[in-house]
């Protein structure tokens, strides 16, 4: 469904920050985006989102194209007509608007009244909780309320792919798993997820597939079940030392320093 290929972003006309980066997001299935700060994963949305420009970054190099459509150069609110929707870092729900309200913004580019009553119902039945509160101003929420209204904002726009950036940040552990559970139920009504994490063993433990990246590169790739079980990434991602280990830095694995397709 969303293919990205090779690409190389530019801020400011001179810091590069994805080096050749490659990734894919078949339909209806979720996958994990896993990396430290500063790796580059917020860049990759804002590629794919078109938000780039408001960042001052450019494309330089590389494709994304979403159900075989060029998305490079293609303004935000068509994509998101196009049927990519995302939940942005830090939520970013509009405060001084009730819930309902932000729903509503939700629909924005959605003309169909009969879709856009059946995408509110859908998050009703999602998010029971904001069905009572549907009146209460959005600041006044908690923060697991807020995310699940950051969710259901984005879903109003029926989306085929949904980036959900950071989820799980900030969050309580019993919260992160509430949102976990609402990914895997979106994702059983058909619409895809591009997940971006610094939680792996959230992540991980909901996705069909993974990606790790380091410095703007996908350095490992592969089904959860491998990156799991991979030592470097338990150490790392995990904390998972062995016995008598004690790296400080994912850049001192040697694993990853044999692997060769990213410098290329």
Do not use: C
């Amino acid at each position: 469904m969303l293919e990205v290929s090779n690409l190389e972003v530019v801020y400011n006309e001179v810091i590069l920050v994805l080096r050749g980066l490659s990734l894919e997001v078949p339909d209806s299935q979720i996958v994990a985006l896993l990396g430290a700060n500063g790796a580059g994963k917020t860049t990759t949305v804002r590629a794919v989102s078109g938000l780039l420009d408001v960042h001052e970054g450019d494309i330089t190099k590389g494709s994304i194209s979403f159900n075989g459509d060029d998305l490079v150069g293609v303004k935000p609110s068509r994509i998101v007509e196009s049927g990519i929707t995302q939940v942005m870092e830090g939520r970013r729900i509009f405060a001084e608007l009730t819930v309902g309200e932000n729903l509503t913004t939700g629909a924005f580019t959605v003309r169909d009244k009969a879709a856009n009553d059946d995408a509110y119902a859908r998050v009703m039945d999602l998010f029971p909780i904001l069905k009572n509160r549907r009146r209460d101003t959005a600041g006044y929420l908690s923060g697991g309320e807020q995310q699940m209204l950051a969710i259901g904002r984005a879903l109003m726009a029926n989306p085929k792919l949904l980036i959900l950036d950071e989820p799980s940040l900030g969050l309580a552990p019993m919260l992160i798993e509430q949102i976990r559970d609402i990914i895997v139920d979106i994702n059983s009504q058909g619409v895809g997820v591009l997940l971006i994490e610094q939680n792996a063993m959230m992540a991980l433990s909901i996705a069909h597939y993974g990606y790790i990246m380091e410095h703007g590169k996908v350095v490992m790739d592969g089904e959860p079940k491998k990156l799991l079980a991979d030592e470097d990434v338990r150490e790392f991602y995990l904390g998972v030392h062995a016995e008598g280990e004690g790296r400080k830095s994912f850049k001192d694995v040697k694993h990853y320093k044999r692997r060769k397709r990213w410098l290329s």
